[in-house]
Nanobody
Framework: QVQLVESGGGLVQAGGSLRLSCAASGRSISYYNMGWFRQAPGKEREFVSA????????YYADSVKARFAISRDNAKNTVYLQMNSLKPEDTAVYYC??????????????????WGQGTQVTVSS
């Protein structure tokens, strides 16, 4: 089992930055592909970003491309999401997730076996 705990969320003004962390425990995530998803009130959970186990491949939703950056430190068993130029529409609960393998497109949440509890990000205008 992999336990994931997100942190780093909060309230920020539009144009500001936040760095989310996802700390894993219970098992090394060195060979897991990791993803970030978000869910705004009344909306479906949506893909934000993903990174493969070696960090050689990263993926982003069009809505966050060039503003967000995903990274990982396998030695610390942690994945990060640097969020810059935040917009009010980025307001959501952000979740990290782990997948042992991507069987289909990285944005499909069903293939991620482990999920964190989420951290709230609120961007004020």
């Amino acid at each position: 089992q992999v336990q994931l705990v997100e942190s780093g969320g909060g309230l920020v003004q539009a144009g500001g930055s936040l760095r989310l962390s996802c700390a894993a425990s219970g098992r090394s995530i060195s060979y897991y592909n990791m993803g970030w998803f978000r869910q705004a009130p009344g909306k479906e959970r949506e893909f934000v970003s993903a990174i493969n186990w070696s960090a050689r491949s990263t993926y982003y939703a069009d809505s966050v491309k060039a503003r967000f950056a995903i990274s990982r430190d396998n030695a610390k068993n942690t994945v990060y999401l640097q969020m810059n130029s935040l917009k009010p529409e980025d307001t959501a609960v952000y979740y990290c997730a782990a997948a042992s393998v991507w069987r289909t497109a990285v944005a499909v949440p069903d293939q991620y076996a482990f999920w964190g509890q989420g951290t709230q990000v609120t961007v004020s205008s």
